[in-house]
């Protein structure tokens, strides 16, 4: 389970500023539950896009958008709509998008954010991961996430040890950010890496206290008080 909201409205026109058709994907498992994604989520994204006067090519919804056979699935019915597209707008959490973003040649985008929930993450079988930062990047880095596959949770790029596509911290590992260079280079996005990006606000890892009674914690304390039970 990963928990996402909706991203600032202004936030996702600016992104799509230069795209007129637009594909939409909502995630139908955790994100239709904190109820980004779903179809109420993909309807409004639709409405909401139709009013700024953007096309929506295609659209569906992926039952869980992290498992990437379903995704592919999915995908591979919907080619003709993928081709009129100029991007896609995916409401899951990050590593939803990525699962998406890694798929196909065309910009992908976040429509929400992943929010921090005190280390508890998800299970899944792919390569992807997100930390929960709160204020998804993938937009920028063409659906690879900068804080989870660089050590330095570089936001941005390259750091001055890349050495030939390989990590000076880890040389058995790609520099997370020559592969950003190299996804923005495969689908015209290349000019994405002349914007520096401000540091990273980690105020945004630690939740609001009407979060914290919401998420993991009330399961906790559901146990807690359960455990008492059998200790009396
Ligand atoms: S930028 Fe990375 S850590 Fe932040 S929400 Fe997106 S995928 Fe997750
Ligand atoms: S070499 Fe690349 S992945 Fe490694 S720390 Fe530097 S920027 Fe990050």
Not at 49 to 61: V, Y
Request: hydrophobic share 35%; with cysteine.
């Amino acid at each position: 389970m990963l928990v996402s909201e909706r991203k600032p409205w202004d936030e996702i026109v600016n992104f799509l500023t230069q795209d007129e058709n637009i594909f939409l994907i909502a995630c139908n498992g955790c994100s239709e539950a904190c109820q980004t994604g779903g179809k109420k989520g993909l309807d409004e994204l639709q409405s909401k896009l139709e009013e700024e006067g953007k096309k929506i090519s295609g659209s569906f919804l992926a039952d869980f958008a992290c498992n990437k056979i379903l995704v592919a699935l999915k995908l591979n019915r919907y080619i003709q709509c993928l081709h009129n597209a100029d991007s896609i707008l995916v409401s899951a959490c990050g590593v939803g998008v990525q699962s998406v973003a890694s798929m196909v040649n065309i910009p992908v985008y976040p429509a929400d954010n992943t929010l921090y929930m005190g280390g508890f993450s998800g299970v899944w079988t792919g390569e992807e991961r997100c930390l929960q930062c709160g204020d998804c990047k993938l937009n920028s880095t063409g659906g690879i996430c900068p804080y989870a596959n660089c050590p330095k949770n570089l936001v941005n790029g390259a750091c001055g040890g890349s050495n030939k596509g390989k990590c000076e911290v880890d040389p058995e590992q790609d520099c997370a950010w020559t592969k950003i260079y190299d996804r923005l280079q495969e689908t015209g996005k290349i000019e994405n890496l002349r914007k520096l990006h401000p540091p990273r606000n980690w105020n945004l890892m630690q939740p609001p206290n009407e979060r914290k009674k919401t998420l993991f914690w009330a399961l906790e304390f559901e146990q807690e008080e359960k455990e008492k039970e059998v200790v009396k």
